[in-house]
């Protein structure tokens, strides 16, 4: 049971290429999610998803794009990286709100650089 | 606008103290709380939840206190250990038919030995 998997650890692109982070998960979690981390801050949820099949955004939204085709995985895509892109990405997935059972488990993060 | 806010951005006890992190919430309609914690380099990790129909919850070595009434929320480590430093998020599950944890800014604990 691994749990919540991300790759890449480490990411550095220039600004202006596009690039997918992925997330896999292998607990049957209904629900994923994306959130970014950037310093002295909290984090701030990008994307999320309920089901395969089903997506919406969060907070920060703008400059991503998910989808959500099967239960176990949910990648990140930017679009067209700008360096306010920088951060540390977290996956996390849980069972749905609801169910006594909602508590969110994190993957390690993806750093990634924008130049 | 509505935020998750703590009082103090680090904190430092001593090994073998108790340790207080404090968090302040602006949504009324707010009804699941979650405690995290995250170590250098690592995800945040689960901790503690607590829901608006409580006002207390034990856990091994921490305890929640939810106070509806200033919408405060509170976590408390009893003897606190060296492992125990790390930055500790509350996050706000908000039900308003949408799945969604905001989280605050986080609060550094240092233990000092």
């Known amino acids: 049971n691994a749990g919540v998997t991300q790759t890449p650890k480490f990411q550095v692109l220039k600004t202006g290429q596009s690039m997918t982070l992925q997330c896999a998960q292998d607990m049957n979690h209904e629900y994923m999610s994306w959130y970014r981390q950037d310093p002295g801050m909290g984090l701030r949820l990008i994307h999320y998803s309920v089901g395969a099949g089903i997506t919406d955004q969060g907070e920060v939204p703008n400059g991503y794009n998910v989808s959500r085709s099967t239960t176990e995985d949910f990648p990140l895509r930017l679009l067209s990286a700008a360096p306010s892109q920088t951060s540390v990405y977290f996956c996390?997935?849980?069972?749905?709100?609801?169910?006594?059972?909602?508590?969110?488990?994190f993957g390690s993060g993806t750093q990634l650089s924008v130049l | 606008g509505e935020s998750v806010g703590l009082h103090l951005p680090t904190l430092s006890v001593q090994e073998g103290d108790n340790s207080i992190i404090n968090c302040a919430y602006s949504?009324?309609?707010?009804?699941?709380f979650i405690w995290y914690k995250q170590e250098s380099g690592k995800g945040p990790q689960f901790i503690i939840d607590?829901?608006?129909?409580?006002d207390k919850r034990q856990g091994q070595r921490v305890t929640v206190l939810l106070n509806k009434t200033v919408k405060h929320l509170s976590l408390q480590i009893a003897a606190t250990q060296p492992g125990d430093s790390a930055v500790y998020f509350c996050a706000d599950g908000r039900d308003q038919g949408a799945q969604k944890l905001v989280f605050g800014q986080g609060t550094r604990l240092t233990i000092n030995p």
């Open positions: 607590i829901r608006s129909n409580m």
């Open positions: 949504n009324s309609a707010s009804d699941y």
């Open positions: 996390a997935s849980s069972y749905l709100f609801g169910t006594d059972n909602e508590k969110l488990f």
